[in-house]
């Protein structure tokens, strides 16, 4: 049960501050530019677009929201809370991941999915991996511009190699999966055939991902600083 009032608590955090408004202003203006194009160049835009936004915008949510709640000091109720570090990361996690999923198969929609089920595991993995990614970085800093700077290397790393992958590049070798956007690249496509091995790479990727987030946030619980926004 408190597992559920955490991801509910996190849910209308982000309903307070227009998250959910700010995805529904992203499906419309995405739906407009995807209205202007058609056949595999619309598949591969709807694809790129959704791995980059409603998938990956965890990172930058994450951290907004963990910039808020410093400043607002809710850390430091939560640290002296029944709470563990795992609830209040997976609360996180689980509550972008929802949204995600949901703003995500409406765009899928309007490209090609050879199978929707495998399209779901990518939107929700992809979330997760970002949401982990701004844990991490959101925990050890205090202030938006400090985010910005530290989470370039991530935005690099994360979608450059995508961007080429998904537009030829290599997307027949099955070692590009060891990179978790591959991984989540492949599903999203609903390929069958790499599924599994995507889906291995991308557990493997969250679990360690997880551990680091976990580590990030007990540290952050035992500051329990402010942040400068």
Same mark, same amino acid.
């Given at each position: ?81 029944? !709470? ?13 991941? @929802? #949204? %995600? *999923?949901? =703003?995500?198969? &409406? ?76 991984? !989540? ?13 995507? @889906? #291995? %790479? *991308?557990? =493997?990727?969250? &679990? ?22």
């Amino acid at each position: 049960m408190r597992k559920l009032n955490v991801i509910k608590g996190d849910m209308m955090f982000q309903w307070k501050y227009g998250f959910y408004g700010l995805y529904f202003l992203l499906i419309i203006i995405y739906l407009v530019i995807f209205s202007f194009f058609s056949g595999d160049v619309k598949n591969t835009i709807v694809s790129i677009c959704v791995y980059s936004d409603p998938a990956a915008m965890g990172m930058f949510f994450m951290g907004a929201l963990l910039l808020l709640e410093k400043s607002q000091r809710i850390t430091s109720s939560i640290a002296i809370s029944p !709470v563990t570090p795992e609830e209040y990361i997976l609360g996180k996690v689980l509550s972008i991941g @929802i #949204i %995600s *999923v949901f =703003v995500g198969i &409406i765009l899928m929609t309007q490209g090609g999915c050879a199978n929707y089920l495998l399209c779901v595991i990518g939107l929700f993995t992809g979330s997760a991996f970002f949401s982990l990614c701004g844990i991490i970085v959101g925990a050890k800093i205090e202030s938006l511009n400090q985010y910005i700077l530290w989470t370039i290397p991530f935005e690099i790393v994360g979608f450059v190699p995508v961007i080429l992958y998904r537009n030829g590049f290599l997307w027949d070798n099955r070692l590009m999966i060891l990179h978790p956007g591959c991984s !989540v690249m492949q599903l999203l496509e609903g390929n069958q055939e790499m599924a599994l091995l995507s @889906i #291995i %790479s *991308v557990i =493997v990727w969250l &679990i360690f991902l997880f551990w680091i987030a976990d580590l990030s946030v007990r540290k952050m619980f035992r500051i329990s600083g402010g942040a400068k926004l």
